[in-house]
């Protein structure tokens, strides 16, 4: 019934099979269902649903329900009790109800479809040709050295693809990171500047066909001021001060930078193996506050990023008059704040911020100061966790770090 949906959804968009499908279609079609339905699907999960991308569970209700809404229906139940008995042509008529002029559109959409269809196939690049088994490519990968900035190194065979295929390898989940490289070589290095947990991708002719992690770990905590391109890194004693840890407004003027103009953002990661610790089990806490609430930095924006194996959760924090602005991130999804009540996320900076994320029984619950703000289902399967890292708008500061799980610690900060 899933394929049916999808089926109904292509013959709408009028763009032709999802298999051949652009990133920037499925980008085009997220914010077309956004508009319709006030709800968001995100690339990752549309591409799922479309088979371009690796399951991680069965798509959810609320996923099935919103893509159901797109079509018209009132969710998936109604769908599927709609079209239980009827066929895809009747499914699109009775629920759309179009006019004689859509009729004719659709007509004519099949119709030149056809006609490009014939025309492809006496064209040398016939679609068909470019549909690849994965396990005729390979794909690997190894960092030089430690820390950051690190090199990472690919191996890979792409030989079986066309000679005027499009072989790229991309960094991590941002498609803007991509390389071009050549199918008849086999090594390629690319550098990271910023430590974390990444899915590199092989990519050919806008198809991932093969995915490799790369880990890049921190030696304790690192702390750097982030920019477009490299970075500036701090030294320890920049970032250790009176048993805190902290960047403040001292270092960043040090380096020319004045966050009430500009827009500065100062960052401490700590990326390392944590053991058998899950996203479906285990408490994070930190105490923390933003140090700086001047100029252009005056919503004193603040977000804290529980890295695991292929995604995180992100945390926001900001001056109570900002909350609007800010974004919830977890599993694949997006809480806006212009459209959801994100207000407990709003604090005073003015004292230190407790902040407490425990997950068990496959629910997530957010404390900000002892108060849950917010809950959310846990998806399987459990995901390692890779890291943490904590993001100020200006400067900020951090009292304490811990991780536990079945209420034993598995990482307490010291410093």
Known sequence: MKDHLVALIETKLGWGNGSTWSNKDFEELSERIFKSTN?????TTLKRIWGRAEWVANPSAATLDILSEFMG????REFVRVNKDESLAQGVLERQKPSKIWILVLVLVLVGSFFGFLWNRNANNDKEDTVYNAENFSFKSRTISEGIPN???FEYNASAAKEDAKIEIQQDWDRNKRMRINKNDSVA??????PGFFKSKLVVDDTILRENDVFITTDDWLGLIERDSV???LGKDEIYVDSLMSIGNDIVTVYDLDARTSNVVVSLYQVRDFGALYTNAFEMSTTLKNDFDEGISACQNTV??????????GIPLAKKGCVSELTLMAFDNYVDGKKNDLSGFGVDFNNYVNMKCVSKNQK???LINNKSVYQMNVPEPAKKIKGISIHFEGAGSVKDVAFKKDMEIVYKSDF
């Open 39 to 43: 709800k968001r699907l995100s690339v």
């Open 73 to 76: 229906f009132e969710d998936w």
């Open 151 to 153: 090199s990472v190194v």
């Open 189 to 194: 290095t690319s550098i990271y500047y910023h």
């Open 231 to 233: 970075p500036i890194y």
């Open 304 to 313: 804290v990023f529980i890295l695991y194996d292929g995604g995180a959760i």
């Open 364 to 366: 997530l619950e957010i």
